[in-house]
């Protein structure tokens, strides 16, 4: 029998709340006017929510990546709210995660004979060296880096590079450490590619206010000023998560963990997480009916840390430096909210 990795399994659960979230393929529009009449980024928190209850449920540390997948899929769909191709933005909603667009306008273009062969071939494999993967690298100044939220395309370059933290435990060990390397990635990456909007999301569960309030503070003026580096991330986000300690999974002396020669390209990535086991939609309604309740604190999120001005500012960065011409349904959501208010 096959082993079935946690985040395999996780994979399924993620893909049924996106579909429902987005019914038919169809997302809704996440622009809207604010109090002041300015123009803002609306996020679909319920469904960030649920999406984050899935790790709770399987109790899987943050060692396994699933806590930190569930903020990489949330993210992605954001970006397919915001009007980017299904395609373009990854990892994608369904298996292969990473497809170049390129692949994907070739199977659309196809005849329906053949569209079919190349979609069983793709998705029977767990991999296609060179075509697809379950995670992506991009070359920096100096070294491939994984990233984990990317939106790329052979004619533009890499256009969107998202990198993502959890932290559920263990702050003092871990906090100084993952601000360093942030800085680092983003050095890296902002030096090769200057145009590209370079972001950071990190998940940070609420507990740490009341264990560790002088680490939060700290961490929290670090996570902005990263933002406001001119050779850095074009913008930083902190999501602070609420969740019941029953639910929590054992605590841990370490934050999820990503191998350092796969990041460097000096490994292949496993792609076990690749291959989706049939899950009876039966038990994933069960499993989605009793998902933890959790909570995004927004209260504890500064202004310049939001989701939404995150999102915001990410999406606004792309159609800043591209031509009128490409991105079009992303410009006309903002055009419908802007020409109706």
């Given amino acids: 029998m096959q082993r079935v990795s946690l985040k395999t399994k996780a994979w399924a659960y993620f893909d049924r709340i996106v579909a429902d979230a987005a019914p038919g393929g169809v997302h809704s529009n996440p622009w809207t006017i604010d109090p002041e009449g300015l123009l803002a980024y609306a996020p679909d928190f319920d469904t960030l929510e649920r999406l984050l209850g899935v790790p709770l449920y399987f109790k899987a540390p943050t060692t396994t990546g699933v806590p930190a997948l569930a903020l990489d899929v949330w993210l992605s769909y954001e970006l397919r709210r915001a009007g980017f191709s299904k395609d373009g933005v990854w ?51 100096n070294y491939l880096k994984q990233v984990d939220v990317i939106m790329t395309d052979w004619q533009t370059g890499p256009e969107i590079l998202i990198s993502t933290k959890r932290m559920d435990s263990s702050f003092g060990k871990n906090a100084a450490n993952r601000v360093e390397e942030s800085y680092g990635d983003a050095k890296n990456l902002r030096l090769r590619h200057p145009l590209a909007a370079l972001g950071f999301v990190f998940g940070l569960r609420s507990t740490i206010l009341d264990e560790e309030p002088d680490k939060a503070e700290w961490l929290i003026d670090l996570l902005e000023k990263l933002g406001q580096e001119d050779d850095a991330y074009h913008a930083t986000c902190l999501v602070m998560i609420e969740y019941s300690d029953g639910v929590a999974p054992a605590d841990e002396d370490s934050i999820d963990t990503e191998d350092a020669l796969v990041a460097a390209g000096l490994e292949e990535a496993s792609d076990e997480e690749d291959v989706l086991p049939v899950e009876p939609a039966s038990d994933i309604d069960v499993v989605l009916a009793s998902l933890p309740d959790v909570t995004i604190l927004h209260s504890k999120i500064p202004t310049g840390l939001s989701p939404s001005r995150f999102l915001g500012t990410m999406v606004r960065r792309v159609i800043a430096a591209t031509p009128v011409t490409m991105h079009r349904a992303v410009r006309a959501r903002i055009n419908e909210v802007v020409n109706g208010a």
């Fill in 91 to 141: 990892p994608r909603a369904e298996h292969p995660r990473i497809l170049p667009q390129a692949v994907a306008n070739l199977i659309d273009g196809a005849p329906k004979k053949l569209r079919a062969e190349i979609s069983n071939l793709l998705t029977a494999k767990t991999s296609i060296t060179g075509v697809t993967s379950s995670s992506a690298s991009i070359l920096g100044k």
